[in-house]
């Protein structure tokens, strides 16, 4: 009896002891990683009202994470979260506030990168970790600003890798890391580290009934982000645009049968500079929201806008353009063909 109540003994303080070894373990890794994590506050582009049919560009609040990844102040994020940005609020741990711009985004994957003008004197940007340096069933963590709560902390287990398809005109296969870890509005773009400290991914959405965290948590991984960055995306250009099939070309008297509705332009952005205009007229395709009355982007750079391939395509060429070079952007305005060049600055 004695012996069997010292067994029990030596096995309650041996899951003590582990425990508390974890939750030093993940103090000490908070504490090394949170002054890494910031707090985006967007104004960006609103979205048309449903069945308010006269749409007028106006903004409308956000809120998101990021995670710093160089000293010159580059922030990774989502893309959701700034993709429609027409001011970004930068708030660091310490406090420190400073504007941010987009610089390059990849909707398809979920991916952004943001400029700091400021960031704090002497702070380390978060390790990336190598590609594939992560598992099923290992350990991790989440920090962001989950319904507006700064650096709040969740705890939780590398649950499942999610593969996607091939993305067009590339070689790249978008990998998602899923989590049982709490992630809630206010995570996205927010990182998520090893246990190491090093960043496995960056928080993209969840997977919810209720609306909020249900346990199907998921983060754009570390190796799509290596990835996108070695690609070179090209700088933000500022359209939201639609494409245009053949069916919808016929319906809105477009002769070509192809382009992009530019659905929305982003203020400051080369859209913007060039004259682009996006539309006024919210209507429903199916159950698609889309605005009419924007110009129709026909091709950049003699490459025709008929796909999602194409766009790809002068993706990858505007990261190839130099400066001094002249591209130039064929488009219809009220039935019109026009022309517009921009020479790269």
Do not use: C
């Not at 012996?3 to 974890?22: E, G, H, P, T």
């Not at 979260?81 to 504007?99: N, P, Q, R, Y």
């Not at 991984?221 to 645009?241: Q, R, Y």
């Not at 064929?330 to 019109?336: A, D, E, I, M």
Request: no cysteine; glycine share 10%; hydrophobic share 40%.
């Amino acid at each position: 009896m004695l012996r069997a109540i010292f067994y029990l003994l030596i096995s309650l303080l041996s899951v003590l002891s582990v425990n508390s070894y974890a939750e030093n373990t993940i103090q000490k890794l908070y504490k090394s990683v949170d002054k890494t994590v910031v707090e985006l506050h967007v104004k960006a582009l609103a979205e048309p009202v449903a069945g308010q049919v006269n749409y007028k560009a106006t903004t409308s609040g956000s809120l998101g994470s990021g995670v710093l990844m160089s000293k010159e102040g580059r922030i990774l994020t989502a893309a959701h979260v700034v993709d429609k940005a027409t001011e970004i609020e930068v708030i660091f741990a310490d406090g420190l506030k400073t504007t941010g711009h987009v610089v390059w985004v990849d909707s398809m994957v979920d991916l952004a990168m943001i400029q700091a003008a400021e960031v704090p004197d002497g702070l380390q940007p978060a390790p990336l970790a190598k590609s594939g340096d992560y598992s099923i069933g290992e350990q991790l963590i989440v920090i962001g600003a989950p319904l507006g709560v700064s650096h709040s902390l969740s705890v939780g287990y590398l649950s499942g890798i999610r593969d996607y398809g091939k993305l067009p005109v590339s070689n790249v296969v978008p990998k998602f890391i899923q989590t049982d870890a709490s992630i809630n509005m206010g995570n996205s773009g927010g990182p998520m580290f090893n246990l190491k400290g090093e960043v496995i991914g960056i928080v993209s959405h969840i997977m919810s009934k209720s609306g909020g965290s249900d346990g199907l948590g998921f983060a754009v991984s570390i190796d799509t982000v290596h990835d996108i960055i070695n690609s070179e995306p090209s700088n933000f250009s500022g359209f939201i645009p639609f494409l245009l099939n053949e069916q919808l070309s016929d319906a809105l008297n477009n002769p070509f049968g192809y382009g992009f509705l530019v659905q929305q332009v982003i203020p400051g952005t080369l859209a913007d500079k060039l004259g682009f205009q996006g539309g006024h007229l919210s209507v429903m395709i199916g159950r698609v929201p889309v605005l009419l009355g924007g110009d129709i982007l026909l091709s950049i750079g003699n490459y025709p806008l008929k796909s999602v391939e194409s766009a790809m395509k002068v993706r990858q060429r505007f990261a190839e353009y130099k400066k001094g070079d002249q591209v130039v952007f064929r488009y219809l305005r009220n039935g019109v063909e026009k022309r517009t060049s921009w020479i790269v600055e």
